[in-house]
Every structure is written in C-alpha cells, then in structure tokens.
C-alpha cells in the first residue's frame, strides 16, 4: 500500500449498519474537499455499504481492505 496523508479517522469497529455510514457522513461535513478519511469498521456489511455509498456521495473510495476481523476503508471528500 502507497503512503497516503490521512486528514482524518474515524473508528466504527463494532457498529452496525447504519452507524458507520452515518459516522461518516458526520465527519465528512467537517471535511475540505479532497481530505481523506480514513474508516475501520468491523461488520462485513460495510463493504458493500461504501461502495453504494461513494457511488451515491460522489466521494471517491480510494481503497477497501480487510485486515484480520477489520475493513479498512479511505474516502477522499469531493
């Protein structure tokens, strides 16, 4: 993985659908455009729940990985 400057992190580990979406969305309002976040989230649903979620928001997903029980996502704000 490249080194990416992180603006932001946002821990949603052990929330469930809705939460890390809403969570995000709350952090990226307090966000400039093209700041990245960076989410760690732990319910297997958040996968495709970014991806819908980038489509919708326009916000690019820069990257989706696993890492163990953890789903590591970066949004950058549009």
């Known amino acids: 993985m490249t080194t990416t400057h992180i603006d932001k992190e946002l821990d949603a580990r052990g929330l469930n659908c809705p ?21 760690r989230a732990t319910d297997p649903g958040s996968v495709k729940d970014f ?7 326009g916000n690019p997903l820069l990257m989706s990985e696993t890492a163990g029980d953890q789903f590591i996502f ?5």
Not at 20 to 30: F, H, S, V, Y
Not at 51 to 57: L, V, Y
């Open 19 to 39: 939460l890390p979406i809403l969570r995000t969305k709350k952090a990226l309002n307090d966000m400039g455009s093209g700041q990245i976040l960076r989410i």
């Open 51 to 57: 991806q819908a979620f980038s489509r919708q928001t």
């Open 74 to 78: 970066l949004l950058q704000k549009k």
